[in-house]
């Protein structure tokens, strides 16, 4: 029989993905305020500027999201890795 590790590792991580992006009160005193950033930001920006200001704050909270969920799922996925390779194939000195 094949066992293919990585089919396996992925279809754990979109298993568990919804459990892991759950928010307890800890993750929330840890929350980047994005909206409440972008406003103060938006409120100190001449008027003639802030349509183009607005445009760029939300290309960066997408990008930013984007790299923040990329880098993660890449964390998770290594662990799961590591911890895979524990379990099925043990430690070898």
Not at 6 to 11: A, D, F, T, Y
Not at 54 to 69: C, M, P, R
Request: proline share 0%.
């Amino acid at each position: 029989m094949y066992f293919d590790k990585n089919k396996l590792i992925n279809e754990w991580m979109d298993f568990r993905e919804e459990s892991i992006s759950i928010l307890n009160s800890d993750d929330r005193k840890h929350i980047i305020n994005f909206d409440e950033h972008s406003q103060k930001i938006l409120k100190n920006v001449k008027q003639h500027n802030k349509k183009y200001i607005k445009s760029e704050l939300l290309e960066l909270d997408n990008e930013y999201s984007d790299y923040a969920s990329y880098w993660n799922r890449k964390y998770y996925l290594q662990g799961f890795k590591d911890a895979m390779e524990i379990f099925l194939f043990g430690i070898s000195d």
